[in-house]
C-alpha cells in the first residue's frame, strides 16, 4: 500500500497553484481508466480528495471532470459541491456529466441505464443543483429524480452557487442540454473539431434564446512542453498507446512540443473559440514538468 500517495497529490496540487493552473480538477472514476494507466492503479475518490484539497489549497477552483451523475443522488452531489465551495471559500466548481464507464459501475454494483436514459437523468440532476444552490427550499419532480424541501444549509457563498460545467460533445442531445442548462462546458479533439463543436453550441443556444457568451468554452487534452524532439518523441510514445493511436497522432489531440510550439498551439484553440485548458500531464510526479506547463498556459492564454 502507498501510504504517501496523497501527499504527493497535494505536491502537486502546490506545484500546480504556484505556476499558474487557475483549477484543479479530479476524474470521478472509481477504477483507473486506460487513457491514464492500468485498471489497477491506484485511484482516490474524487469528492473526498477535492474537500482535503481545498483545505490545503488557496486560489484555484476546484471541481471534478466530470461527475458521474449515476454515483450520487443528485441532492447529494449538490450538499458535498456546496461543502466543498465552504471549506474552499467559493472555489467549488460543479462538473457533471451522463457517465460513460460501465464496467465500473458494474463492478460497484450501480445500473448503467441506456444512454438516452443517462442523458434524461443527467439534465433532471442539473436543474435539482441549481435549484439546491439557489433555493431555499426547493421542490423538483422530474422521471428520474425529485427532491421535496431539502434543506442546503449553510448554502453556497456565491448567490448562483458553484458554476455547472456539463461534460461532453453530443450534437444532439448533450450540447442542447448546456445550451439550457450549462454554464460551461468541456470538448476534446482539434481546433476544428472543437470549433464545430462550439458552432453547434451557439445554434442549440440560438434555438432557446440563450447568449452562447454566457457559456464558457474549455477544451480538455494532454500538454507535454519538452526541450528537445528527442525528449518529445519519447513522451509521446508512452502517451500514444493510452489514448490507442501512433505516436505521430497525438500531436492532433494534445498541446506537444517546445514553449513556443504550445503557446501557438493554444492560439489556434482561442481562435477556435476555446476559453479555457484543462489539461493532463503526462507525469503528474515530474513537479518541474508541471510548473513549466503551468506557467506556458497561463502565459498564452493572457497574451
Given at each position: 500500500?502507498?501510504?504517501?500517495?496523497?501527499?504527493?497529490?497535494?505536491?502537486?496540487?502546490?506545484?500546480?497553484?504556484?505556476?499558474?493552473?487557475?483549477?484543479?480538477?479530479?476524474?470521478?472514476?472509481v477504477h483507473q481508466i486506460a487513457s491514464v494507466g492500468e485498471r489497477d492503479e491506484p485511484i482516490l475518490e474524487a469528492y473526498t480528495t477535492l474537500a482535503a484539497l481545498a483545505a490545503v489549497t488557496s486560489s484555484v477552483r476546484l471541481g471534478a471532470l466530470v461527475s458521474c451523475n449515476g454515483f450520487r443522488n443528485p441532492a447529494?452531489?449538490?450538499k458535498m459541491v456546496t461543502t466543498i465551495d465552504i471549506i474552499s471559500g467559493g472555489r467549488a466548481i460543479l462538473g457533471i456529466g451522463a457517465g460513460w464507464h460501465e464496467e465500473e459501475c458494474r463492478a460497484y454494483g450501480l445500473d448503467f441505464q441506456p444512454t438516452k436514459e443517462r442523458l434524461a437523468r443527467l439534465a433532471e440532476a442539473v436543474q435539482?443543483?441549481?435549484?439546491?444552490?439557489?433555493e431555499q427550499a426547493a421542490r423538483f419532480s422530474g422521471?428520474?429524480?425529485?427532491?421535496?424541501?431539502?434543506?442546503?444549509?449553510?448554502?453556497?457563498?456565491?448567490?448562483?452557487?458553484p458554476p455547472i460545467l456539463i461534460g461532453g460533445g453530443g450534437e444532439r442531445v448533450l450540447i442542447p442540454t448546456v445550451a439550457r442548462l450549462g454554464d460551461a462546458c468541456n470538448f476534446f479533439g482539434g481546433p476544428a473539431t472543437v470549433r464545430h463543436k462550439i458552432q453547434v453550441l451557439e445554434?442549440?443556444?440560438?434555438?432557446?434564446?440563450r447568449d452562447p457568451g454566457e457559456i464558457t468554452k474549455t477544451w480538455l487534452g494532454h500538454a507535454i512542453i519538452t526541450e528537445s524532439e528527442a525528449e518529445l518523441q519519447n513522451a509521446l510514445a508512452r502517451l500514444g498507446p493510452l489514448l490507442g493511436l501512433a505516436p505521430s497522432a497525438v500531436r492532433g489531440f494534445a498541446l506537444c512540443?517546445?514553449?513556443?510550439?504550445?503557446?501557438?498551439?493554444?492560439?489556434?484553440?482561442?481562435?477556435?473559440g476555446v476559453e479555457g485548458l484543462?489539461?493532463?500531464?503526462?507525469?503528474?510526479?515530474?513537479?518541474?514538468h508541471v510548473r513549466r506547463v503551468g506557467a506556458t498556459l497561463k502565459e498564452a492564454m493572457d497574451a
Amino acid at each position: 500500500m502507498d501510504n504517501k500517495l496523497f501527499e504527493r497529490v497535494v505536491e502537486v496540487a502546490r506545484a500546480a497553484e504556484a505556476s499558474g493552473f487557475d483549477s484543479l480538477w479530479t476524474m470521478d472514476h472509481v477504477h483507473q481508466i486506460a487513457s491514464v494507466g492500468e485498471r489497477d492503479e491506484p485511484i482516490l475518490e474524487a469528492y473526498t480528495t477535492l474537500a482535503a484539497l481545498a483545505a490545503v489549497t488557496s486560489s484555484v477552483r476546484l471541481g471534478a471532470l466530470v461527475s458521474c451523475n449515476g454515483f450520487r443522488n443528485p441532492a447529494l452531489l449538490a450538499k458535498m459541491v456546496t461543502t466543498i465551495d465552504i471549506i474552499s471559500g467559493g472555489r467549488a466548481i460543479l462538473g457533471i456529466g451522463a457517465g460513460w464507464h460501465e464496467e465500473e459501475c458494474r463492478a460497484y454494483g450501480l445500473d448503467f441505464q441506456p444512454t438516452k436514459e443517462r442523458l434524461a437523468r443527467l439534465a433532471e440532476a442539473v436543474q435539482i443543483c441549481r435549484a439546491m444552490f439557489t433555493e431555499q427550499a426547493a421542490r423538483f419532480s422530474g422521471s428520474y429524480h425529485r427532491i421535496d424541501e431539502p434543506l442546503n444549509v449553510p448554502g453556497p457563498l456565491s448567490p448562483s452557487g458553484p458554476p455547472i460545467l456539463i461534460g461532453g460533445g453530443g450534437e444532439r442531445v448533450l450540447i442542447p442540454t448546456v445550451a439550457r442548462l450549462g454554464d460551461a462546458c468541456n470538448f476534446f479533439g482539434g481546433p476544428a473539431t472543437v470549433r464545430h463543436k462550439i458552432q453547434v453550441l451557439e445554434k442549440a443556444c440560438a434555438a432557446v434564446g440563450r447568449d452562447p457568451g454566457e457559456i464558457t468554452k474549455t477544451w480538455l487534452g494532454h500538454a507535454i512542453i519538452t526541450e528537445s524532439e528527442a525528449e518529445l518523441q519519447n513522451a509521446l510514445a508512452r502517451l500514444g498507446p493510452l489514448l490507442g493511436l501512433a505516436p505521430s497522432a497525438v500531436r492532433g489531440f494534445a498541446l506537444c512540443g517546445t514553449r513556443d510550439e504550445v503557446r501557438r498551439r493554444v492560439m489556434e484553440y482561442r481562435e477556435a473559440g476555446v476559453e479555457g485548458l484543462i489539461v493532463t500531464v503526462l507525469d503528474p510526479a515530474d513537479l518541474e514538468h508541471v510548473r513549466r506547463v503551468g506557467a506556458t498556459l497561463k502565459e498564452a492564454m493572457d497574451a
